[in-house]
C-alpha cells in the first residue's frame, strides 16, 4: 500500500507517501480542491475543501482498480442486495419474478410441443395432454405464472399424463420460493436496518472550543430525537491530518485518536437529554499545535484536517448495533464560542428539550488560553548527590543541595532513635 514518488526536479527532497495515493498529489492539501487551493486563496479557499466523510455521515472514498469487483459482490449477494438503492431493488425484484415466470413458461411450451398438445398438431378429442388448456405460449406462460403464485384458476391444471411435467412443476417450486424468500428477507432485512435509526441521531453543527473546568475544551452536541433509549452509547473521534514520518514518508489521512467525554466519565452515557461531549485539549491531544495558535483554520499548515466523530449505541427496540458519524472542518470549529442550554423546566414540571436552541453557539466571555509545555531542555543541570557527602556537579542548585542534606541529616536521627528504642520494643514483647 506504499508507494515511492520519482525524484522530481521541482521538489528537491522527494518524499514517500503511503495509502495509495497518487504521484501528482503529493504536495496537494489534504483535503483541498483544486490546484492552488492554498496558495494565496485565504479562508475562501480553505472552505471549498473535499469531505473524506460528508454531515450526515455517508463515506466520499471512490474505490477504483479493484481486480475481480463484480466477482466478489456477486460472492456476497446478501450485502449487495442490502447495499443496492431502492429504485434498483425494486426494479431486480420485478424483473426476477416476471423473467422466472416468462422462463419456466417456455419450458412448460416446450413439454406440450413435444408431447403434441399444441393447436397447430390438431390433437384428436380423446387426447390427453400434459397439462390441460396449454395449446399456446400465451397459456404457458399463464400457468407458469398460476402455479408459482398458487393462484389456481381451475381450468388449467396438470394431468398425470407427463411425468417430465410433475418434476417440472416441482422444480419451479422450489426454485421460485427460495426465491422470493431471498428476496423478501432482503427487504425485510433494509427495512429494518439501524440505519434509519442513526438518522433520529442529531450532531451539533458546528463544534465548538471554550474553557470547560479550567481547560480548554473541544464540544460537540449529540441529541436522540426519539423516546426509545440507545445503549452502550459510545462517542469517539478520528483526526485525518497529513503526517510526515521520521523516515521521510508523507502518510496522507493519518489516523489519530481523539478521545471525547462527558463531564469527568466516558463511559456509556445516559443519551435521554442532548448532552454535550468534552474533548480535553493538552499536550497529549492531536489538536495541540493547532490550539496553541488560538485555532487559525487560515493557517493551511495546521488546518489541514478533518475531524471525524463517531458515536456507536444498542437501539434498544431490536437490540441491533447503530453507529452514527459526522465530520468537522477547521472552518466549522468555531474558537472561543460556546453552547447555550437548551433544557428548560416546563410549567407543568418536565424537562423540554427545545432543538431551537441546539445548533446555535454563543461568544465566550473570555476566549480559551492553550500554551503548550516547553520541551525539556539537554542543558538542564541535574544534581547526582553522593553516597556519604553532599557534593555536587558544577552548576548545581545550591538550594537543591542544601534541601538534600537537611533531609539526609533528619533521615539519619531517625534511623538512630530506631536503633535505640529497638531493645527496649523487643523486651516488651517477650514479656
Not at 137 to 166: D, H, K, M, N
Request: charged share 20%; glycine share 8%.
Amino acid at each position: 500500500m506504499t508507494s515511492s514518488t520519482p525524484p522530481s526536479s521541482r521538489s528537491p527532497s522527494p518524499q514517500k507517501v503511503c495509502h495509495s495515493q497518487t504521484q501528482t498529489e503529493v504536495l496537494k492539501p489534504l483535503l483541498g480542491g483544486g490546484g492552488g487551493a492554498t496558495a494565496g486563496g485565504g479562508p475562501a479557499a480553505l472552505r471549498r475543501r473535499r469531505r473524506v466523510l460528508s454531515k450526515d455521515g455517508r463515506s466520499n472514498v471512490r474505490i477504483e482498480h479493484v481486480s475481480g469487483r463484480g466477482a466478489l459482490y456477486l460472492r456476497d449477494l446478501w450485502t449487495t442486495f442490502l447495499d443496492m438503492q431502492w429504485r434498483y431493488k425494486l426494479f431486480l425484484f420485478s424483473a426476477t419474478f416476471a423473467g422466472t415466470w416468462f422462463v419456466f413458461g417456455v419450458l412448460w411450451y416446450l413439454v406440450a410441443l413435444v408431447h403434441g398438445d399444441l393447436l397447430e398438431f390438431d390433437p384428436p378429442s380423446n387426447h390427453t395432454p400434459c397439462v390441460m388448456q396449454v395449446q399456446t405460449l400465451t397459456g404457458a406462460f399463464l400457468f407458469s405464472l398460476e402455479s408459482q403464485t398458487t393462484i389456481g384458476y381451475g381450468f388449467r391444471c396438470i394431468t398425470e399424463e407427463c411425468p417430465v411435467a410433475i418434476i417440472l412443476l416441482i422444480v419451479q417450486l422450489v426454485i421460485t420460493m427460495v426465491m422470493e424468500i431471498f428476496i423478501t428477507g432482503t427487504f425485510l432485512a433494509k427495512v429494518a436496518r439501524p440505519k434509519k435509526r442513526g438518522e433520529t441521531v442529531k450532531f451539533s453543527q458546528h463544534a465548538v472550543v471554550a474553557n470547560h473546568e479550567g481547560r480548554p475544551c473541544l464540544m460537540i452536541r449529540v441529541a436522540n430525537m426519539r423516546k426509545s433509549l440507545l445503549l452502550g452509547c459510545q462517542v469517539t473521534g478520528k483526526l485525518l491530518q497529513t503526517s510526515l514520518t521520521k523516515e521521510g514518508e508523507t502518510v496522507r489521512l493519518d489516523q489519530r485518536n481523539v478521545a471525547f467525554q462527558v463531564d469527568t466519565s466516558s463511559d456509556s452515557p445516559f443519551l435521554i437529554l442532548p448532552l454535550t461531549f468534552y474533548h480535553v485539549i493538552d499536550d497529549s491531544s492531536p489538536l495541540r499545535a493547532w490550539a496553541a495558535k488560538g485555532g487559525g483554520w487560515t493557517d493551511p499548515e495546521l488546518a489541514d484536517f478533518e475531524l471525524l466523530v463517531i458515536m456507536s449505541a444498542t437501539v434498544e427496540p431490536t437490540s441491533a448495533t447503530c453507529q452514527v458519524r459526522t465530520s468537522y472542518l477547521p472552518d466549522e470549529i468555531l474558537w472561543g464560542y460556546e453552547f447555550p442550554p437548551v433544557v428548560s423546566l416546563s410549567p407543568s414540571g418536565k424537562y423540554v428539550a427545545d432543538f431551537a436552541f441546539f445548533d446555535k453557539v454563543a461568544k465566550t466571555k473570555s476566549p480559551p488560553l492553550f500554551k503548550q509545555a516547553p520541551p525539556p531542555s539537554p542543558q538542564t543541570p541535574h544534581y547526582q548527590g553522593s553516597g556519604g557527602g553532599g557534593g555536587g556537579t558544577v552548576g548545581s542548585d545550591p538550594e537543591k543541595m542544601r534541601l538534600e542534606e537537611s533531609y539526609r541529616e533528619e533521615k539519619g536521627r531517625d534511623r538512630g532513635r530506631i536503633r535505640d528504642s529497638s531493645p527496649l520494643s523487643v523486651r516488651i514483647s517477650n514479656v
